[in-house]
């Protein structure tokens, strides 16, 4: 079940991505192996898993119009991505947050490109931050905060505006395990009743199995369906544990 569908309220649709018979790479440089054709549907959360080098930050860069790809077609609900677009949020593994920003003008900023005015872009980081648990540290710059906190701030800045697909590359990766857990929960909880389509990379199996929908396999683009997708309880059942040595043995 999608994030989507756990809500009742009212949602803006995700956006449907799509990729046929796709071959990724930069032009500079040698292309993947491989063809990939995928199909990730409005409001579903995929993960995608591989070893370092098979092209899961290609693929996020090529899904978030900064790559072409060197062969097929990548559309968002059936037109062409040929360029960067705020429907399309990139979240990564470093903070990417402005030093010079207090935490809640980085958060304010997707609000501001897009021409909000500053009571619309307080109310909404307020808001954000108040979700994130950072409320009390608006007026703070980025290196007063935490390696999770900044996080935080950054999925925070992610979804303020509003977007119809967030694409996450290793966004937990340089966290502990306990940070890590609670950033995944609170990523959960935090697309809920957003409608975002979200495309997650990462190393990491149990990660994967958690929050995905369905894993990709990369580079040989296989698509495996979650049994029990963000059940923490669910880690012992055998359709997740089954899935788990599968998706080992192809690792």
Request: hydrophobic content about 40%.
């Given at each position: 079940?999608?994030?989507?569908?756990?809500?009742?309220?009212?949602?803006?649709?995700?956006?449907?991505?799509?990729?046929?018979?796709?071959?990724?790479?930069?032009?500079?440089?040698?292309?993947?192996?491989?063809?990939?054709?995928?199909?990730?549907?409005?409001?579903?959360?995929?993960?995608?898993?591989?070893?370092?080098?098979?092209?899961?930050?290609?693929?996020?860069?090529?899904?978030?119009?900064?790559?072409?790809?060197?062969?097929?077609?990548?559309?968002?609900?059936?037109?062409?991505?040929?360029?960067?677009?705020?429907?399309?949020?990139?979240?990564?593994?470093e903070d990417a947050l402005l030093p010079w920003r207090s935490?809640?003008?980085?958060?304010?900023?997707?609000?501001?490109?897009?021409?909000?005015?500053?009571?619309?872009?307080?109310?909404?980081?307020?808001?954000?931050?108040?979700?994130?648990?950072?409320?009390?540290?608006?007026?703070?710059?980025?290196?007063?905060?935490?390696?999770?906190?900044?996080?935080?701030?950054?999925?925070?800045?992610?979804?303020?505006?509003?977007?119809?697909?967030?694409?996450?590359?290793?966004?937990?990766?340089?966290?502990?395990?306990?940070?890590?857990?609670?950033?995944?929960?609170?990523?959960?909880?935090?697309?809920?009743?957003?409608?975002?389509?979200?495309?997650?990379?990462?190393?990491?199996?149990?990660?994967?199995?958690?929050?995905?929908?369905?894993?990709?396999?990369?580079?040989?683009?296989?698509?495996?369906?979650?049994?029990?997708?963000?059940?923490?309880?669910?880690?012992?059942?055998?359709?997740?544990?089954?899935?788990?040595?599968?998706?080992?043995?192809?690792?």
């Amino acid at each position: 079940m999608s994030l989507a569908q756990t809500s009742t309220t009212a949602v803006r649709r995700g956006a449907g991505l799509d990729l046929d018979d796709v071959r990724l790479g930069r032009t500079e440089g040698e292309a993947l192996p491989g063809t990939l054709r995928l199909r990730i549907a409005p409001g579903e959360l995929v993960s995608v898993l591989g070893p370092s080098g098979c092209g899961k930050s290609t693929l996020l860069r090529t899904l978030a119009g900064l790559l072409p790809p060197l062969a097929g077609r990548v559309t968002q609900d059936g037109e062409p991505i040929t360029g960067p677009d705020a429907d399309r949020a990139l979240v990564f593994q470093e903070d990417a947050l402005l030093p010079w920003r207090s935490v809640r003008a980085n958060v304010e900023l997707p609000l501001a490109i897009r021409g909000a005015g500053r009571a619309e872009r307080r109310a909404v980081a307020g808001e954000w931050l108040e979700r994130v648990g950072l409320a009390g540290h608006a007026g703070k710059l980025p290196r007063q905060l935490s390696g999770g906190q900044r996080q935080r701030v950054q999925l925070a800045r992610a979804l303020a505006g509003e977007p119809r697909a967030v694409l996450m590359d290793e966004p937990f990766g340089a966290l502990d395990a306990h940070t890590r857990a609670g950033m995944q929960d609170l990523l959960v909880d935090m697309l809920r009743g957003t409608g975002a389509t979200v495309v997650f990379v990462t190393h990491d199996v149990d990660e994967a199995l958690h929050l995905g929908d369905r894993i990709v396999l990369l580079p040989s683009g296989e698509v495996l369906d979650v049994p029990h997708p963000r059940r923490r309880d669910a880690r012992e059942a055998s359709g997740t544990t089954a899935l788990r040595r599968r998706v080992l043995a192809s690792l």
